[in-house]
């Protein structure tokens, strides 16, 4: 039985402030995450995924307390990243309100992190994040490389071995995101997005590029995606989380209006 595709409203967080320019009901720039986790959750997003781009010290302690309040006033699920990594760094975020952590580049430079994670907390609380950018394939095939540290540091790695393993680890959601389609609101990255979602049955959720409603219906299609993290498309108002899933039930999609 496929599962109900998702859309999972993705906002950023500066020393706890909302920093992407999202204006719902009068939200403004910088705003109360708790404020802009309501509006997502009234418009009927399947869950919300906050990414803590401090820097510096403290950075665990802005994001748990910001868990802590959103928890408290939002009930859907909760996605938490940003400098998460070790096992007592998850198990702060779980204990303050987070139902899924987000591993990246510490999963990818510790990958026995991922097992450690998956091992004490379960697969369902743990989602590999994988950031990737286009390179040269044999033959002119499209290709990707795994990047870190915000999409800075290439790798060397393929995508799809890195896919392959994370999934092998037992994580419970492939989160992926085109850091070359990441903001333009140009789409998807499609091929990639058919590539990734061949490989293995773990749940995927796939980033980088909505602009417009049909941009995430070509990648919620049969055999593809099961959700989509979006960030920009909500941020001018332009577009809602239910407008969006209306425009989707409409295309023939299984969407929980």
Known sequence: MTLARRIIPCFDLLKGRVVKGIRMQDVEDKADPVAVARAFEDQGADGLAMVDITSGGGRGDTLAEVLSRVSAQVFIPLT???????????????????????????????????????NRFGSESIVGAVDVRRKK?????????????????????????????????????????????????????????????????????????????????????EGLADGVMVASLFHSGKNTVDGVKEFLAMRGLDIRL
């Open 80 to 118: 938490a990243g940003g400098g998460i990594g070790d096992t007592q760094a998850i198990r702060r975020m779980l204990d303050a309100g987070a139902d899924k952590v987000m591993l990246n580049t510490a999963a990818f430079l510790d990958p026995d992190l991922v097992l450690r994670a998956v």
């Open 137 to 221: 394939g044999a033959r002119g095939e499209p290709a990707w490389e795994v990047v870190t540290h915000g999409g800075k540091k290439a790798t060397g790695v393929d995508a799809r071995e890195w896919i392959q393993r994370l999934a092998d680890y037992g994580v419970g959601e492939i989160l992926l995101t085109s850091m070359d389609c990441d903001g333009t609101r140009k789409g998807f990255d499609q091929p990639l997005v058919e590539t990734a979602a061949a490989i293995s049955d773990v749940p995927l959720v796939v980033a980088g590029g909505a602009g417009e409603p049909e941009d995430i219906a070509e990648v919620l299609g």
